[in-house]
């Protein structure tokens, strides 16, 4: 996490950010090794919860694991270029990050169920929404068996919005528009 603490959000505020974004690299200290693996990610209350699938090679090691969630959302280079003394800056790097450390633990069916059922009304396009109601039961019980869920039993977090708050208002203007003209040549293309 970048050390300068106006980057910092507040622990409700990563909490959110995480939840928002969805997705996370789940790393874990294995007998085979450090193992990463990539999951959905889902907030209910103060826990957040996420699962893989049960060939995952890091899914047997979890349950009980001392484990670090890796959630980054939209990231940029910055060119001096933007600012309106460039001269006087360098290039960085402007993006939203955050780890949780914690322990993982293992969930029942139930808990998992609510973990999907949240996955699918957070992300799911309306009107038609896809709900667990249009599926077959017995469908949604097998494809249950081939996924492990679990808790992360939070022991630390740490959050990085590096968004330009320490430049003055021209500056930000200036990267505003520099990033703006970016997305624009890339609709174009």
Not at 72 to 95: C, F, I, K, R, S
């Amino acid at each position: 996490m970048h050390p300068n603490p106006v980057f910092r959000p507040d622990a409700a505020t990563v909490l959110d950010r995480a939840a928002a974004i969805g997705f996370a690299h789940v790393f874990a200290a294995t007998p085979a090794g450090p193992i990463v693996a990539h999951a959905p990610l889902t907030r209910h209350d103060a826990e957040l919860r996420f699962h893989l699938a049960r060939k995952n090679r890091l899914h047997p090691h979890l349950d009980g694991a001392t484990m670090l969630a890796s959630i980054a959302a939209p990231d940029g280079y910055v060119t001096p270029n933007w600012y309106e003394l460039p001269g006087n800056q360098v290039p960085t790097w402007n993006y939203i990050a955050i780890e949780i450390e914690g322990v993982a633990r293992a969930l029942p069916d139930a808990a998992l169920l609510e973990h999907l059922d949240r996955l699918a009304d957070l992300h799911e396009p309306r009107p038609g929404r896809w709900t667990r109601a249009k599926a077959d039961p017995a469908a949604i019980a097998t494809m249950l068996r081939a996924i492990g869920g679990f808790a992360i039993d939070v022991s630390a977090m740490r959050g990085t919005e590096k968004l330009a708050q320490h430049k003055a208002a021209d500056d930000r203007t200036g990267m505003v528009a520099g990033l703006r003209a970016l997305a624009d040549a890339m609709e174009r293309a």
